[in-house]
């Protein structure tokens, strides 16, 4: 597969999506980004489609769905066919969502009980899994209690709240932006 430098960083040039899954997934992998994504309950599988698009677009580590499925999970049609290319992880529920990251950092996003801004932190710890509730009922406080820190996306109109799919968005490109410097694409 062609290649392209960036920063000291190979990317790949040209996708190679006329390639199995399988192969896709080994080209990527030593791409993959140092953070995680976590889906809390969402209920809505357009949303959690959407949020598969998402990061795959930042190349996430893997995507973490929390909470009981019914039976589809995410909408394929929603993820533009990325999902074939992410390593998803089913979770049952909170404490077998906490054994599965292993000790890494869970940073929860929550607008009502957020610590401090998505903006406020200098860096994102290595291997942090960022935890998001369902657009209709956010996170339960078990699971902000065992966050190991709790951020908030600042927000101005009279709604105060995001669809699922463009808050993680926010928060994967605020990781990107500290990650690859000053305006770097690649």
Known sequence: ????????????????????????IDALAPLRSDFSIALWEPGNPFAVGAVIRVAHNFLAREIFLIGPVDGSPFYPKASMGMHKYEAIREVPDEDAFFRAVGGRPVWALDKERARRSIHAPGAFPAGVVFLFGSERFGLPDAALERADEVLGIPLYGVNQSLPLAVAAGIVMNEWARRRYGQGAVV
Not at 1 to 24: D, I, T
């Open 1 to 24: 597969m062609p290649s392209v430098h960036c920063q000291g960083w190979r990317m790949p040039l040209e996708p190679p999506l006329e390639e199995p899954p399988e192969a896709v």
